[in-house]
């Protein structure tokens, strides 16, 4: 297996495909089966705590109801006449009992109703023995003496049990307003059948067996009502109740050793606190996501052998040509150039075995062509050899007739004579590339020397140049080209005289200026001259000379972009050609 895969292509190329394809496709179930639970298990919170805010208020409602009901001593001004007396009378107590009677009535909940007299000790009950049992016995209270001590309302709220039945207690102290003395306590205790019934929207299970409600009053989180046949061992340890923090929120825990969600909203009628914990477990909250997760891992199977079957199809389609190629390169190694034709196709491998066989192709002309080359090459030396006279006898040619010039008195032409073969001499040794620019300089002094002869008082000329800048090496015969051009196209083509002017100067460049008042340069030559630099254009020049672009092609090669030029233009009054030239490069190559 390794082996197959060191070797071939196709392996590498298939096995590449199926982890491609692979590894994305795991790590979207991962994500989507993560990104899932987390939507599921939010909206399984926000649904129940919508729900359970319901539900509290159904309770706050039931609460209020028994407020209501306690207060009802008030409405008789004769019952609360005989609350005032301070002595036991049957009268009084046969119309309290009567009261008591009226309230254990009206709910079908209530187990019992007490009232408990301030003033005489007196305790008055009323509840059906039959369901409660004649053992009855109720909790006792502290009975307060004034108004103010009954302001604390959670305290009038309790957890009892009536007769083996949980009970909600709710005493409601009687005051006689507007004195603050407190006449007696009212005690109802309700059985949580009424309760249940409220709340019990929230003990429907939604998504799967197990979900409990809880309902907890007071700040200690007493334990009034629970829908599970038992209550869970992490809730009567009271360690998950301190974790309800803030109004309303979630915790994970576990009921009986299942894991889920604790989802709590926190109300308070009055002042009493009141908690409702609703148990999710979280098989309930993962269900929308395993479905997810096996409708992905289909999806995925399929996906994997749709991947596999395409990916050896792709494989070989692109291993074939590349098979080909090798065949046609072992041929052409042997000195076979006839390779097999393309098949046609139109993709990178297509265009990859065109270009191949065109390659091959220029291979076999290439070939040729250098077998001729090497044959005018060896012609071309030997015609070399025979010129190589022509210079050397030139310059003895021009020797003698200086001589001859001498003999005869005629100075001016021996000097004329010399220059010429000095500026030959120059321009014709083509193994030197740069000079020091004093030896430009008298280059294009024997040049203007020349030219000045040439046109008698018609052109003049001035030259500067500071001292420090002689020995500064720069391309060789870099300004005739300039001065020629202000001669011929600005002075031949223009008014037939004028004045050159050289300017060097070196600060932290060496800058050239070559300046003339002839014809100038049209505005047109410019941008073509601009043009054709930019364009990297390389050109003989005109009438013989090698042109001014040229020699900005030239230094911009030998200093890259440390070169700089300008050109400014007014006809018949100054043409500026500046050349600003970096140092550093130059002096290192002169040291």
Request: proline share 4%; charged share 20%.
């Amino acid at each position: 297996m390794y082996m197959w895969l060191k070797k071939s292509l196709f392996a590498k190329l298939l096995i590449g495909m199926l982890i491609s394809a692979v590894i994305p496709l795991s790590l979207s179930i991962i994500v989507s089966y993560k990104t899932t639970s987390r939507s599921v298990e939010r909206q399984v919170i926000e649904l129940n705590q919508g729900t359970m805010d319901s539900g509290m208020d159904n309770i706050k409602r039931y609460l209020n109801d028994l407020n209501y009901i306690s207060v009802s001593f008030y409405y008789d001004q004769t019952l609360m006449r005989y609350l005032r007396s301070r002595e036991i009378v049957p009268a009084h107590t046969m119309a309290t009992t009567s009261q008591l009677v009226t309230i254990y009535n009206s709910r079908p909940e209530f187990r019992a109703v007490r009232y408990i007299s301030a003033l005489t000790g007196e305790t008055i009950v009323n509840a059906d023995i039959a369901r409660v049992g004649v053992n009855m016995v109720l909790p006792s209270i502290s009975i307060p003496r004034t108004e103010s001590e009954t302001q604390d309302y959670a305290r009038w709220y309790e957890v009892n049990t009536v007769g083996g039945v949980p009970t909600l207690a709710f005493h409601k102290p009687i005051v006689d307003y507007p004195h603050p003395e407190v006449l007696g306590v009212v005690s109802i205790y309700a059985g949580l059948a009424e309760i249940e019934r409220r709340i019990r929207p929230l003990t429907i299970p939604v998504h799967n067996e197990g979900e409990y409600v809880m309902l907890y009053i007071k700040e200690e989180m007493k334990l009034l009502y629970s829908s599970a046949p038992e209550p869970a061992a992490e809730i009567t340890n009271g360690n998950l109740t301190q974790e309800l923090t803030g109004v309303r929120g979630s915790v994970n825990g576990k009921w009986n050793g299942r894991s889920g969600i604790y989802i709590y909203v926190k109300d308070q009628y009055l002042d009493l606190p009141l908690t409702i914990v609703k148990f999710v477990p979280i098989t309930a909250v993962n269900e929308s996501a395993n479905r997810t997760l096996n409708r992905s891992l289909v999806i995925q199977f399929i996906a994997v052998a749709f991947v596999l079957v395409l990916a050896a199809i792709l494989s070989y389609r692109t291993i074939a040509p590349v098979k080909r190629l090798l065949r046609s390169i072992a041929r052409v190694e042997t000195g076979n150039f006839e390779v097999v034709p393309s098949t046609g196709r139109m993709d990178e491998l297509g265009v990859l075995e065109h270009r191949f066989q065109t390659m091959v192709r220029n291979l076999d002309d290439l070939m040729n062509r250098e077998y001729r080359h090497r044959l005018e090459l060896s012609t071309a030396r030997l015609k070399m050899l025979q010129a190589q006279i022509n210079p050397h006898f030139l310059y003895n040619t021009l020797q003698s007739i200086g001589t001859l010039a001498l003999r005869h008195g005629s100075d001016e032409v021996s000097d004329k004579i010399a220059e010429l073969g000095a500026i030959l001499r120059y321009s014709m040794d083509l193994q030197t590339e740069t000079v020091p620019l004093h030896k430009e300089i008298q280059h294009i002094e024997h040049y203007l020397s020349l030219q000045t002869g040439r046109f008698k008082n018609k052109l003049s000329y001035t030259l500067s140049c500071s001292d420090e800048a002689m020995d500064i090496h720069v391309p060789k015969l870099i300004l005739q080209p300039l001065v020629e051009n202000s001669i011929i196209h600005g002075f031949e083509k223009g008014r037939g005289s004028g004045v050159i002017h050289i300017g060097i100067e070196v600060d932290r460049q060496l800058r050239i200026r070559v300046m003339d008042n002839g014809k100038g340069i049209e505005e047109e030559i410019l941008q073509r001259i601009k043009q054709e630099y930019g364009e990297r254009q390389f050109h003989t020049g005109q009438e013989g000379g090698i042109g001014l672009i040229n020699v900005l092609t030239r230094l911009r090669l030998h200093y890259e972009q440390g070169f700089e030029w300008d050109i400014q233009s007014v006809p018949y009054e100054a043409t500026v050609i500046s050349l600003n030239i970096p140092i550093d490069p130059l002096t290192e190559e002169a040291t």
